[in-house]
């Protein structure tokens, strides 16, 4: 699926933006294209059809909003590579710093919406069978010998990196240093049998092959299983601390002022924060921001202390370097292992 | 010129210049693009992409396994080639078919259905696990995988010729005193023995570079079932297109090394059985 995928996407992309440079100028519709992550799937295709309802009540225009769904790496490539999209939905400011050392986006998007530009969040936290027969309670118990831990690969997914980030700062809420933290977080990788490309596959290795005693994963995914798969093969266990996982979006600059779009996706992103978006988001597992809306599903968002990339390791490109980047830190933990 | 002049048919020149051009926009220039790329990074840096420990582990497994798998394949390529072609039995137009359903299968579809058969908890892996055979997530996955999509190649290959060649060379041979294994490994053999040849360099070239079925049976540990084509991946995850590239221009000069080799065998051994084209 993977090449075929990747090596179609310019294609994708040139069809795509074919049919919107057609498309636009001739009729007085407004199309909007949304390039957004994976797992990202369900949650606009509901918020789509709310927005395009609240666009032709308030403005009195219509909208289209196209979507294109990928692997966060691999999408950001294609708007890069010329895929027109007015906004990106990320789950990692990381992949949003890419458009803007291209020029695409602009380098304060973090102040263009409230709460650094990201209108939701998630956390990591565990999934373990039922009953938690090797009762796992929090991170430390994930680096006890002989257990299976089920993370997908950090190096080519935005999932395994907020989990590795996870253990590290838990590491170094404890009290741990540096090499304290490195050591925890080498010993709880050493338990990983299978590396897998994305979230969605580490998901299938945990519930379908039976492999690993805990999957760790966001909590929007731990949750959705828990709901699909049944409430009688696993447990969603929340540790003491987490990441503060948020998906953060912005306007592709260059894409709105050629096609004078603006207006229309910046509503769009503000939409996201509005009451009945935010609802939606609830609905889709990943933590609101309004406090008024997590209020209201308080029993489904379990409080947890968060800490941020940003508190923790300063930024998304220092972490990139020291941890992820070829012989960071990442790489000479599985190396040894 | 001189050979094309006494043809029957007209048209080198017109055929030699679409397969020069034909060949540039196919092959080398994507090729040149990818030596391109690579050449942005430092001799020091491209020499540190290439041999960095996980990378170099990931060299062997791609092509110690694909050559294992083409290996495998050959030997049993060419007894499904042998019993395809010189028996006939009820429903040989079927596994005749089946052959090439590797060929039409979505990689990542097979992956997971070996994935699924192999796991611990598959139909297969059910049984292997008690024997302490782990299929699934280790090397030996990677080259179940390999040998699932190399066997067309093989088969296919080596089918035309046994097809073309008659039985009474084999009639002949014993005939003047040769018993069945002198017929066979003297007169039948050397005759495959080219298309068998290619028939392996296909299914190795294949092996080499496959990625999706890999990727879901394999379970990526680094050092031990990471593939070479997976650490291109990581890198373009990772925006590194240099260091992609770099891993690729690497992978593509040991195949095209490895698969002159095997040609000038097989030019060799043709020539040496008298078939020299």
């Known amino acids: 699926m993977a090449p075929t995928r990747f090596f179609l996407r310019p294609v994708f992309a040139l069809v795509a933006g074919l049919a919107i440079v057609s498309a636009g100028p001739a009729q007085a519709d407004t199309t909007l294209l949304n390039v957004s992550y994976d797992v990202a799937r369900e949650l606009y295709k509901d918020i789509n059809p709310a927005f395009a309802a609240h666009w032709q009540r308030t403005a009195g225009e219509k909208v289209t909003i196209n979507q294109s769904h990928g692997g966060s790496s691999k999408q950001i490539q294609s708007v890069v590579a010329g895929l027109e999209a007015d906004v990106v939905t990320m789950n990692q400011a990381a992949d949003i710093e890419v458009l803007v050392k291209n020029g695409l986006a602009s380098a304060d998007w973090r102040k263009a919406f409230p709460h650094g530009a990201a209108p939701y969040s998630s956390a990591t936290i565990f999934l373990v069978r039922k009953g938690n027969p090797k009762g796992i309670k929090d991170w430390n118990d994930l680096a006890r010998a002989g257990l299976g831990v089920v993370v997908p690969n950090p190096k080519t997914s935005g999932n395994g990196r907020y989990t590795y980030l996870a253990a590290w700062g838990y590491a170094l809420s404890k009290g741990g240093n540096e090499a304290a933290a490195r050591d925890f977080v080498a010993k709880l990788f050493a338990n990983v049998p299978v590396f897998d490309g994305g979230g969605r596959g580490a998901t299938t290795t945990f519930t379908q092959r039976g492999i690993g005693d805990v999957l760790v994963t966001f909590e929007n995914e731990a949750v959705l299983i828990d709901q699909e798969v049944g409430g009688d093969k696993f447990d969603v266990v929340y540790p003491s601390i987490s990441i503060d996982a948020s998906a953060p979006v912005a306007i592709v600059n260059k894409v709105v002022d050629k096609r004078g779009s603006r207006k229309a996706a910046t509503a769009y992103l503000n939409f996201l924060y509005s009451p009945e978006g935010q609802e939606i988001i609830a609905k889709h597992n990943f933590r609101p921001r309004d406090p008024a809306v997590l209020k209201k599903h308080a029993s489904r968002f379990p409080a947890i202390k968060t800490f941020t990339v940003e508190e923790k390791f300063g930024s998304w490109d220092a972490v990139q370097k020291t941890h992820f980047s070829d012989g960071g830190i990442y790489d000479q933990i599985v190396v040894k292992r | ?277």
């Open chain 2, 1 to 277: 010129m001189a050979s094309s002049s006494n043809r029957v048919l007209p048209g080198f020149g017109l055929s030699l210049g679409y397969t020069l051009v034909y060949l540039s926009l196919i092959v080398l220039i994507p090729l040149a693009a990818v030596f391109i790329k690579a050449s942005s990074l430092s001799l020091e840096q491209f020499w540190a992409v290439v041999t960095a420990p996980s990378v170099v582990a990931s060299y062997k497994l791609s092509f110690g396994a694909s050559l294992l798998a083409a290996a495998i394949n050959s030997v049993f390529g060419l007894m499904l080639a042998w019993a395809l072609v010189r028996y006939s039995f009820p429903g040989k137009r079927l596994v005749d078919a089946l052959v090439d359903l590797p060929f039409a299968l979505p990689t990542a579809v097979a992956g997971i259905a070996l994935t699924a058969l192999y796991a611990p908890n598959g139909w297969m892996g059910k049984f292997l696990e008690p024997l302490g055979i782990k299929v699934a997530f280790t090397p030996l996955g990677v080259l179940v995988a390999l040998i699932f999509i190399g066997l067309p190649f093989v088969v296919r290959t080596v089918q035309p010729i046994l097809e073309d060649l008659d039985t009474e060379y084999e009639e002949a041979a014993v005939s003047l005193g040769a018993n069945r294994w002198q017929a066979f490994r003297h007169v039948v053999f050397p005759t495959l023995l080219p298309a068998l040849m290619t028939g392996f360099a296909m299914a190795f070239a294949r092996a080499v570079g496959e990625y999706g079925s890999v990727i879901f049976i394999a379970g990526n540990i680094p050092m031990v079932s990471e593939i070479t084509p997976l650490m291109i991946i990581t890198k373009l995850e990772q925006y590194d297109y240099a260091g992609a590239t770099a891993i690729a221009v690497v992978m593509l000069v040991f195949s095209f090394l490895l698969l002159l080799l095997i040609n000038g065998l097989q030019a060799w051994t043709a020539k040496r059985t008298g078939r020299a084209r």
